[in-house]
């Protein structure tokens, strides 16, 4: 059993920057944040491949967003944020090889931390 701790989120206007972390407890192969908007499907923002520290991102948000790892905790870092960023927003973890950004797979999620950008 995974516990998932996440933290961050808020409001702010376009142009600015929030920052998200998410800490698991155990082990994890993957984490990732990804984002649901209403009447949108789930899609994957930032990934880390944890043995190997590897990053992936949305091509959404290449250059905006930063996520970095310490440990057993990802932080998320969003500048340049835009209204089309506008979600909630949830950390996850899976156990299991394959792609860390897609939503597949991932057995342990966040309750999710609202993000809202105004124009």
């Known amino acids: 059993q995974v516990q998932l701790q996440e933290s961050g989120g808020g409001s702010v206007q376009s142009g600015g920057s929030l920052k998200l972390s998410c800490a698991a407890s155990?082990?994890?192969?993957?984490m990732a944040w990804f984002r649901q908007a209403p009447g949108k499907e789930r899609e994957g923002v930032a990934s880390?491949?944890?043995?190997?520290?590897t990053p992936s991102y949305a091509d959404s948000v290449k250059g905006r967003f930063s996520i970095s790892q310490n440990n057993d905790q990802i932080t998320l870092q969003m500048n340049k944020l835009k209204p089309e960023d506008t979600a909630m927003y949830y950390c996850?973890?899976?156990?299991?090889?394959?792609?860390?950004?897609?939503?597949?797979?991932?057995?342990?999620w966040g309750r999710g931390t609202q993000v809202t950008v105004s124009s």
């Open positions: 155990g082990d994890t192969r993957c």
């Open positions: 880390v491949n944890m043995p190997s520290q």
């Open positions: 996850a973890v899976k156990m299991s090889w394959g792609s860390c950004l897609a939503p597949v797979g991932y057995t342990y």
